[in-house]
C-alpha cells in the first residue's frame, strides 16, 4: 500500500468531493491542505459556487481539465455515484476518505481498473511523505 499512497501523492491534481460550508468540514480541510503542499485543487460540491475564492464545480464532468485523483469526502450512498462518475471522467486513481467508503464503490473501482485507496486519510499520509523525504 506504501508505493499506491506514494504512487497518488506523486500527482499534480486533486478533485475533493464533499462538503465545505465551514472549515470544519474534511473536505474543506483537505483542500486547504493539499493547496498549502502544492497541488491543484479542484473542490466539487453540486450546491456551491466558490470556495475560499476558488470555482466550486458542481460535478467531475465540469472541470475543464484532467484530473490525477479523485478524494471523496461523502457518504457511502454518494460515494457509489461519484466513482461512476469517476469513470467517465477517465479519473484512474480514487481516494476514499475514511466513512466515505463502501465495499460497492471499492468494488466498482476494482472491476474497472481504477486505482482506489481507503481507510487511510490522505492528510494524514501526505505528512508521513513529507516527514520521509526530510
Known sequence: MKN???DFLSRKSF???GSFRDESKYAYKIMKD???KGYEVYPVNPHMSRVEGRVCYKNLSDIPVDIDVAD???PPAVTE???EECL???IKRVWLQPGAESEKAIEFC?????KVLHSICVMLESQKQKDIIR
Open 81 to 83: 455515484k461519484i466513482v
Open 34 to 36: 493539499l493547496l498549502a
Open 72 to 74: 471523496v469526502v461523502t
Open 15 to 17: 478533485a475533493v468531493i
Open 110 to 114: 476494482k472491476e474497472n481498473n481504477m
Open 88 to 90: 467517465q471522467k477517465g
Open 4 to 6: 499506491l499512497v506514494k
